[in-house]
Every structure is written in C-alpha cells, then in structure tokens.
C-alpha cells in the first residue's frame, strides 16, 4: 500500500471517529445540560431536542434546543451547540443565526 493510500484511509478513520464522539457528546448534553440548568435555576416544563435553523437559506443543525420556564413564570430558551472542538468562529456563527 502506498504512503498516500494509507494516509487517506488513515484520515478516513480519524474522520469516523470524530463523528462517533461529536454524537456522543450530543447525546450526553442533550441528557444532561437540562438537568443541570434544572437544578441550577429552577427551571420547570423541560421540554428539549435537536433541532435545525434556516437563516439566508442556510440550514444549520442545532444539537441543543432547550424551552423552559424560570421560577418567576418567564419563558426561557437555551440553543446549544456541542463540539469536541469549538471554535470562536462557530460560537460567533452560531451567535448571528440565533438573532
């Protein structure tokens, strides 16, 4: 096998592993960050789940949308994005499609 055959089969591998641990992480915040704001702010009528936004005709996945209500009554939604590696791009990215 060539060095450039087995580097891309090599980057293949990588990539995979990086989509199984991005899920993970989803799956584990979208289990936990709910429960933490809970019991952090008071939080009641939970509701959460992934969700997609479409903004200029993009469509970008939110892997956290959370809808509650505070202990005053006052709604309350949290957008979540999970990254093994977040970057301040995607934060700021993310920060202009929630306006």
């Known amino acids: 096998m060539s060095t450039e055959r087995a580097l891309r089969a090599?980057?293949?591998?990588?990539?995979?592993?990086?989509?199984?641990?991005g899920g993970?992480?989803?799956d584990l915040a979208i289990e936990t960050?709910?429960?933490?704001l809970a019991a952090?702010?008071?939080?009641s009528d939970i509701?959460?789940?992934?969700?997609?936004?479409?903004?200029?005709?993009v469509v970008g996945e939110l892997d956290l949308v959370l809808r509650?209500?505070?202990p005053s009554g006052a709604p309350l939604?949290?957008?979540g994005?999970?990254?093994?590696?977040?970057?301040?791009?995607?934060?700021?990215?993310?920060?202009r499609s929630a306006r």
């Open 10 to 21: 090599l980057a293949r591998q990588v990539g995979g592993l990086s989509d199984r641990l």
């Open 24 to 26: 993970a992480l989803e």
């Open 33 to 36: 960050v709910p429960a933490l």
């Open 40 to 43: 952090a702010w008071g939080l």
């Open 47 to 57: 509701e959460r789940r992934r969700d997609l936004l479409q903004v200029d005709g």
């Open 68 to 70: 509650a209500k505070l």
């Open 77 to 79: 939604a949290v957008l």
């Open 81 to 95: 994005e999970v990254s093994a590696r977040l970057t301040r791009n995607e934060v700021d990215e993310l920060l």
